[in-house]
């Protein structure tokens, strides 16, 4: 990287808060998570000087961050959180898709929803994704293929269902 490592970070931000958004379900917490992370990088004495290696150290740091909390509510809370009322009628078909893809995200185990946050989501490579996870590629392949099937399978078995129209649609 020929610039200040840390300029980077900016670019980086929304791909951060995207990934760290599925790791926790929440956008809220998300931002959060990524602005703390954000200052823990800003404060680092070592940052890597290449782009590919920063943008790897920052996911890694968020993803430290992300399993710190979903640890640290576990502990706290066995209750399911609150549902949060959602006006279906509002819906066009596309926002409908997303959210039965995050309804699906949320439903998967933290692993799965990792490994589809870092591939599908932040675009990492097999290769940097098993490099984050500290896996073999192989498993990152075969944890990927696993999660995708789990994913479609929670999706097919969503209760949200596009509403047809009175006009026939």
């Known amino acids: 990287m020929t610039r200040e490592p840390h300029g980077e970070l900016a670019r ?18 998300a931002r959060d998570l990524v602005q703390e992370a954000a200052a823990r990088a800003l404060g680092a004495r070592q940052v890597p000087a290449d782009a590919p290696a920063y943008r790897a150290w920052m996911f890694q740091i968020v993803r430290n961050a992300a399993l710190d909390e979903l640890k640290r509510r576990r502990r ?27 309804q699906g995200l949320a439903a998967l185990e933290p692993p799965h929803r990792e490994i589809i946050a870092l591939i599908d989501i932040a675009g990492f490579s097999y290769a940097e994704a098993a490099g984050l996870t500290g896996v ?14 789990a994913l479609l399978a929670a999706i097919e078995q969503s209760s949200v269902r596009p509403l047809r129209s009175r006009h026939g649609g």
């Open 136 to 149: 073999p590629i192989g498993t990152v392949m075969s944890r990927v293929a696993r999660a995708r099937s």
């Open 76 to 102: 706290l809370t066995a209750a399911a959180l609150p549902e949060a009322h959602v006006d279906l009628w509002s819906y066009d078909a596309a926002r409908i898709a997303k959210l039965t893809v995050e």
């Open 12 to 29: 980086l931000l929304p791909r951060l808060v995207a990934f760290a958004r599925t790791m926790l379900g929440e956008q809220e917490a």
